[in-house]
C-alpha cells in the first residue's frame, strides 16, 4: 500500500498531533485501514510490512512463523520512523502487527503518545480473506501461529478496539472519532 501524499502547507492546522499504530493479525484490514486513518488525518502512513528485512519475507513466505528475534529489527525500523514524526511534530499512521505487548513497548519507545487501534474479530473471516488475498508473502497458513502469539492490548494500554468486519472505511472513521479527531486536520 503506498503512503499517504503529504499534505500541503494550507492542511496544516493546530490540531493535535497523533501517533497511530494500527494493529492485528494478518488479515485483519490493517493496512487498508491505516491507509483511510492517514487520508482522514492527512497525515504519512508507514505501511509495516514495507519494513521487513528479506530474511523475513523470505521466512513468512516459506511458511516459516517469525521469532521474537526476527521481528525485533523490523520492530525498530517502524519505531524509528515513528521517533522521527514524533522529533519533528509530524502526526503518523502505520500498521504493524504488535502482537505481544513487549512488541508494542518497542513501537512506543519511538513516540511515548502512541496510540493502537486493535483489530480484531472472528478468525474464520481472517482465513477467508487470506485466501482470497493475491499478491501477499504471507500464506494462510500462519494464521494460526499469529493468533496464538496474539496477546490483545490490555485495558491499561487504552487500545481503541474495533470489530474488522464492519467496511474499513467505518472503521477508520469510528478510529478517528475514538482519537477525537474527527474531521480535524493533523500537522504533518
Same mark, same amino acid.
Given at each position: 500500500?503506498?503512503?499517504?501524499?503529504? $499534505?500541503?502547507?494550507?492542511?496544516?492546522?493546530?490540531? !493535535?498531533?497523533?501517533?497511530?499504530?494500527?494493529?492485528?493479525?494478518?488479515?485483519?484490514?490493517?493496512?487498508?485501514?491505516?491507509?483511510?486513518?492517514?487520508?482522514?488525518?492527512?497525515?504519512?502512513?508507514?505501511?509495516?510490512?514495507?519494513?521487513?528485512?528479506?530474511?523475513?519475507?523470505?521466512?513468512? %513466505?516459506?511458511?516459516?512463523? @517469525?521469532?521474537?528475534?526476527?521481528?525485533?529489527?523490523?520492530?525498530?525500523?517502524? *519505531?524509528?520512523?515513528?521517533? /522521527? *514524526?514524533? %522529533? &519533528?511534530?509530524?502526526?503518523?499512521?502505520?500498521?504493524? #502487527?504488535?502482537?505481544? !505487548? !513487549?512488541? !508494542?513497548?518497542?513501537?512506543?519507545?519511538? *513516540?511515548? /503518545? @502512541?496510540?493502537?487501534?486493535?483489530?480484531?474479530?472472528?478468525?474464520? +473471516? +481472517?482465513?477467508?480473506?487470506?485466501?482470497?488475498?493475491?499478491? &501477499?508473502?504471507?500464506?494462510?497458513? +500462519?494464521?494460526? #501461529?499469529?493468533?496464538?502469539?496474539?496477546? $490483545?492490548?490490555?485495558?491499561?494500554?487504552?487500545?481503541?478496539?474495533?470489530?474488522?468486519? @464492519?467496511? $474499513?472505511?467505518?472503521?477508520?472513521?469510528?478510529? %478517528?472519532?475514538?482519537?477525537?479527531?474527527?474531521?480535524?486536520?493533523?500537522?504533518?
Amino acid at each position: 500500500m503506498d503512503h499517504a501524499s503529504p $499534505p500541503s502547507p494550507s492542511d496544516a492546522s493546530t490540531a !493535535r498531533i497523533v501517533h497511530v499504530v494500527v494493529m492485528g493479525v494478518s488479515g485483519c484490514g490493517k493496512s487498508t485501514v491505516g491507509a483511510l486513518l492517514a487520508q482522514a488525518l492527512h497525515c504519512e502512513f508507514v505501511e509495516g510490512d514495507a519494513l521487513h528485512p528479506a530474511h523475513n519475507v523470505e521466512k513468512m %513466505a516459506a511458511g516459516q512463523p @517469525l521469532t521474537d528475534d526476527d521481528r525485533a529489527g523490523w520492530l525498530q525500523a517502524i *519505531a524509528a520512523r515513528l521517533a /522521527d *514524526a514524533h %522529533a &519533528h511534530g509530524r502526526s503518523l499512521v502505520a500498521s504493524c #502487527s504488535a502482537l505481544k !505487548r !513487549r512488541y !508494542r513497548d518497542v513501537l512506543r519507545s519511538g *513516540a511515548p /503518545d @502512541l496510540r493502537f487501534v486493535f483489530l480484531h474479530g472472528q478468525p474464520a +473471516l +481472517l482465513a477467508q480473506r487470506m485466501a482470497l488475498r493475491t499478491g &501477499h508473502y504471507m500464506p494462510a497458513s +500462519l494464521l494460526d #501461529s499469529q493468533l496464538a502469539t496474539l496477546e $490483545p492490548p490490555g485495558a491499561d494500554e487504552q487500545p481503541i478496539a474495533l470489530e474488522f468486519s @464492519l467496511p $474499513p472505511q467505518e472503521l477508520a472513521a469510528r478510529a %478517528a472519532a475514538a482519537l477525537g479527531i474527527g474531521g480535524a486536520r493533523s500537522n504533518a
